[in-house]
């Protein structure tokens, strides 16, 4: 078991709004984009021939902000309020996609894009999921 569902499986109340498995990995998928996205950047930054990668760099770096606030918002369902969860979702979901785009024009060159755009995908998709099981 993840720390994400020891906590959510330690909350006093039950979770009606939503599947927690569910919940759990669009948890988990945040946290990972979050720390990704960040990583990318920094990557992009980092290479000696980076005048190329701005746009790179800001899609990831929006996708990393819209993945910590994500994780933060599904994190605490005493607040929980569908039409925050659902925009804060949306807003990932896009960011997500622009990144994946963006990453994946540099795949081949840097594999530090190669690996952004997947977990991109991946935790765009989980969060696509979710929303449609918000009500």
């Known amino acids: 078991m993840t720390d994400v ?12 709004w939503i599947d927690e498995n569910v919940l759990i990995v669009c948890i988990q998928r945040s946290l990972n984009s979050a720390q990704v996205c960040t990583a990318c950047a920094d990557s992009c930054i980092a290479d000696p021939s980076a005048a190329h990668l701005g746009r790179c760099v800001g899609a990831a770096l929006n996708c990393g902000d819209h993945a ?28 997500s996609r622009v990144c994946y785009d963006e990453c994946r024009k540099h795949a081949l060159e840097h594999e530090h894009c190669r690996v952004c755009a997947d977990v991109c995908r991946d935790a765009g998709q989980d969060c696509r999921h979710l929303l449609t099981l918000i009500a």
């Open 68 to 95: 910590m606030t994500t994780m933060r918002v599904l994190s605490r369902p005493t607040a929980y309020d569908a039409a925050l969860t659902r925009a804060t979702l949306q807003a990932f979901v896009e960011a």
């Open 5 to 16: 569902a020891t906590m959510l499986n330690a909350y006093p109340g039950k979770l009606p």
